[in-house]
């Protein structure tokens, strides 16, 4: 069964304190990986989307990275409006998306 | 472009009651998918629709709930007899075609009293 996991659960960092989250997976075949932003109360907020190994994309702060097992969400001098659940889902040519249970990030000001 | 729209925000209902959530797409969007998430949980798939067809189901309690995406109108997710364990909150995904990107609405949460 395809799987998706994430790490850490939670993450709380000073504003200014660069981290990453690692999302993991097993999957018979990938079309394309997806990484999402979750505010409480409100929908999942589409970041990016990966389709293939070595792939990168950037935006603001944050940056997202692919490898054949993995994928990285960078997070560069974070503020405290990037607290957030951070959400990664990956299209395994099926008929849905497959989500990982999130990371909760904290930043302090 | 308006987002995917759901309503209404917040249901409340009693044991017994029949719950109905409504789902409108992005404009263009002819997918779309039902998702349900409870505290502390992941997005969990319950269905995926286009026009007029049910696609997929599989993550759908076969029992009480039901899905429908008509040729005009919302999509709309049903639960008859609702009891305590279906409150949640459900979110509507909707993209231009299958693998794309789904967009996703603000939510209906759902409290079953």
């Known amino acids: 069964e395809d799987q998706v996991t994430q790490s850490p659960e939670a993450l709380r960092l000073q504003e200014g304190e660069s981290s990453s989250l690692n999302c993991s997976y097993t999957v018979s075949g990938l079309r394309g990986l997806f990484w999402y932003r979750q505010d409480p109360g409100k929908g999942p907020e589409f970041l990016f989307t990966l389709y293939s190994a070595g792939e990168e994309k950037e935006k603001e702060r944050l940056k997202a990275t692919l490898t054949k097992k993995e994928s990285f969400l960078h997070i560069t001098a974070p503020k405290p409006e990037d607290s957030a659940t951070y959400l990664c889902a990956l299209d395994n040519y099926g008929q849905n998306f497959v989500f990982g249970p999130g990371t909760r990030l904290s930043v302090l000001p | 472009n308006a987002g995917v729209m759901q309503n209404p925000r917040h249901l409340v209902r009693r044991r017994g009651q029949e719950a109905r959530l409504r789902c409108s797409p992005m404009k263009g969007h002819s997918h779309v998918y039902w998702y349900r998430q409870l505290p502390e949980e992941g997005l969990k798939f319950m269905v995926y629709l286009q026009k007029e067809n049910i696609i997929d189901e599989s993550g759908m309690p076969k029992e009480r709930f039901s899905a429908e995406f008509p040729k005009e109108g919302p999509s709309i997710l049903r639960i008859q007899q609702v009891v305590r364990g279906d409150s949640a909150a459900y979110f509507c995904?909707?993209?231009?075609?299958?693998?794309?990107?789904?967009?996703f609405g603000p939510g209906t949460r759902l409290l079953v009293l």
């Open positions: 995904a909707s993209s231009p075609d299958l693998g794309e990107t789904q967009y």
